[in-house]
């Protein structure tokens, strides 16, 4: 019997073999197929409940298979999955076209909709009735037949695009290593870097030190390595990932993916992607984003301008070095933050135990949200890495299953994220509690440290956390409102508002102890976490604003002629270029975000959601970190509600004005 195709509440990660996906997903299709047929064939007039709420629980069965699948392929993948992937992807994208473009489907759909004025419907339901028309009307529904293959066609490209687009970034990834056996060439590195490298070595039976593109391996080596050559190459080999003369090159794709994605839009009567996407978000239209942008940038740049100048003028003094390179930032930056502040992130990571710091995001959970996480050994795992915990509210009731993975491997890609496995909904009663996932690649623990986290580390732990509190929390009727499903530059107020916890003495205090001693963090370290948070935020400001532009430009205009991926980034990075370019290397190539996460032209989020977060914790810093009220608010209003409401008229309720940008400005000394 297939595991997947059984009825069961957690997944059953042991069961499963990569030969169960392909008939499981088939199987799926077909269910959901049978259960859009029931809808389009029942004699009845269409209603909100045979139609709409009918079509919300359709293909349940596919999305948890499907979640189980696309999860592991980002978490714990190899070549077989990789594969496999590739062929499913485009009868999902079939499947899902083969709904948006059954006429029949729609006309059921539409009927209920040219009802709306006359239902009495509650928010949430007028809510679900509006995304689901939309999510015809604006996926192709009323094109004509012809029209509709092309949008098909389009879809099952794009599907296999962004799949290929991950699997050359992760190969990339996985082929470089930087094999390193004399002890000058590690001169500058802490210890904790150089265990773990030697670690990696060890485990590839080869004496000495190797450093990979992995981020906890990464970072340290250009942060704080004094071989500049070496800095140099590791810094040029991370840059021209999926853009070098192999066959993972990602150049045609970028290229491939932009165009398809205009054409879509134009087809839907959209005048670029980004007009399209925007349309459904709290900023609407590529001009809001583009002017919200540049009015950042004007505040940032000068800023950026001159610590970019008080860097290289370090540099020059420290090493002679007369011309800034990339590969020199984070070392010189580093070295100046330490003078200045008197503070190194080595000296910190001992008080950040990564068991420690999870119980620390736990307890504050607690505090603000009356949560209770207990470590189980009954929920299986896809790995032995992953934990796993049952959360419940005070009162003992079950909230959420969570799991927790946070070290990297070679089936893991880059970087961090929240997922799920179960979705929240309320059916037949019952009130199905969701099953939420986080995915870290923080430094794994060696032979004589546990795994000790830098403060980055920490804020990001957080930040997913923020996330994950988000789908734990959710609490409405419908899927497909449910907990992050809301608009992509409102889902980062909840992981964005966590971190600002990470600066706070009263927060610090319960979980920053000494993993050896106990001691709670000294607080002029946390002085000086608070004083530092600040440091260098016109050149973060603009490196993040770049990156947005970026998208913007890619997907705001018609990129037919663009011959060259290096060259229009480098055009689309003249505004906010503070570093010599790298002639081999290049950012879209690599840009997962955009081109295979869900971020196209919605990268300006996570700024756009920093005015939100900046803004609704200064709340709480009014009222107390942990008062009850503004978290009840906060819990009420934007954690449980998902998209249940538009996300302006959520923030509001619980804020009791519109967001203002001062308070990220002040924070990031920008005022």
Not at 80 to 109: C, G, H
Not at 426 to 441: A, F, L, Q, W
Not at 479 to 497: A, I, K, M
């Amino acid at each position: 019997m297939n595991p997947l195709l059984q009825d069961f509440n957690t997944a059953p990660f042991s069961k499963i073999k990569n030969a169960d996906y392909k008939p499981a997903i088939l199987k799926a299709i077909e269910i959901a197929k049978e259960e859009i047929t029931a809808i389009i064939s029942n004699p009845e007039t269409p209603t909100f409940k045979n139609t709409t709420v009918a079509l919300d629980f359709t293909g349940e069965k596919m999305g948890r298979i499907n979640s189980i699948f696309f999860n592991l392929n980002a978490a714990e993948t190899n070549e077989e999955m990789q594969k496999i992937a590739q062929e499913v992807s485009p009868w999902l994208s079939e499947f899902k076209n083969d709904m948006i473009l059954n006429e029949a489907l729609f006309k059921r759909v539409k009927a209920v909709y040219n009802l709306r004025e006359t239902l009495t419907l509650s928010l949430e339901e007028s809510m679900l009735l509006e995304k689901q028309y939309k999510g015809f009307a604006r996926n192709g529904a009323n094109l004509n037949e012809e029209d509709k293959l092309k949008l098909r066609k389009i879809d099952t490209e794009l599907s296999k695009l962004s799949l290929q687009f991950g699997e050359n970034v992760l190969a990339e990834t996985n082929a470089f290593e930087m094999h390193l056996t004399n002890e000058s060439d590690v001169a500058g590195l802490p210890d904790s870097a150089k265990e773990a490298a030697k670690q990696v070595a060890k485990e590839k039976n080869k004496e000495g030190y190797i450093f990979t593109l992995d981020y906890p391996s990464y970072i340290p080596f250009l942060t704080y390595a004094d071989n500049r050559e070496l800095r140099k190459k590791m810094a040029i080999a991370a840059g021209k990932k999926a853009f070098q003369d192999t066959k993972f090159n990602n150049e045609q794709v970028v290229l491939e993916i932009v165009n398809l994605r205009h054409q879509r839009a134009n087809l839907l009567g959209y005048k670029t992607h980004a007009h399209f996407v925007l349309e459904e978000r709290m900023a609407e239209t590529p001009e809001k984003v583009i002017s919200f942008s540049n009015d950042l940038l004007a505040k940032a740049k000068p800023a950026a301008i001159k610590e970019f100048n008080e860097l290289e003028a370090y540099a020059k003094k420290l090493d002679n070095i007369d011309q800034l390179q990339k590969w020199d930032g984070a070392y010189y930056a580093e070295k100046l933050k330490k003078e200045r502040f008197n503070l190194d992130q080595e000296i910190l990571k001992p008080y950040f135990k990564l068991e420690n710091v999870i119980q620390g995001v736990f307890t504050i959970a607690t505090k603000l949200y009356d949560l209770q996480f207990e470590e189980i050994a009954t929920i299986e795992k896809y790995h032995e890495d992953v934990k796993t915990y049952n959360v419940t509210d005070t009162n003992g009731k079950f909230i959420a299953v969570f799991y927790a993975d946070f070290h990297p491997r070679k089936g893991k890609r880059n970087g961090a994220w929240m997922t799920s496995y179960k979705p929240q909904q309320i059916k037949d009663g019952t009130n199905e509690r969701p099953h939420v996932s986080i995915v870290c690649n923080f430094t794994k623990p060696t032979e004589t440290k546990p795994s000790l986290l830098t403060f980055n580390e920490v804020t990001t732990l957080f930040h997913e956390f923020g996330h994950a509190l988000h789908g734990m929390l959710a609490n409405t009727t419908y899927n497909s409102l449910s907990g992050t499903s809301v608009s992509w530059d409102f889902v980062e107020l909840p992981s964005q508002v966590l971190e600002n916890w990470c600066y706070e003495k009263e927060a610090l205090e319960l979980f920053a102890k000494h993993y050896e001693t106990g001691e709670v963090i000294p607080m002029e370290y946390v002085e000086k976490i608070k004083e530092s948070a600040s440091f260098h935020e016109g050149m973060q400001t603009l490196r993040q604003l770049s990156f947005g532009l970026l998208d913007m430009q890619w997907h705001g205009q018609d990129p037919s002629e663009i011959k060259s991926v290096k060259e229009f980034e480098n055009k689309a990075f003249a505004e906010t270029k503070l570093y010599p370019d790298v002639a081999e290397n290049c950012m879209s190539t690599a840009f997962s975000h955009i081109f295979q996460g869900g971020y196209s032209a919605g990268y300006y989020s996570y700024k756009w959601a920093e005015v939100l977060d900046a803004d609704a914790f200064e709340y709480f810093l009014e009222k107390g970190i942990f008062n009850k009220e503004v978290a009840t608010k906060f819990k009420e209003n934007v954690l449980s509600k998902g998209g249940t409401q538009k996300p302006m008229e959520l923030y509001k309720r619980f804020r009791g004005q519109e967001p203002k940008p001062d308070a990220l400005l002040k924070r990031a000394g920008l005022l």
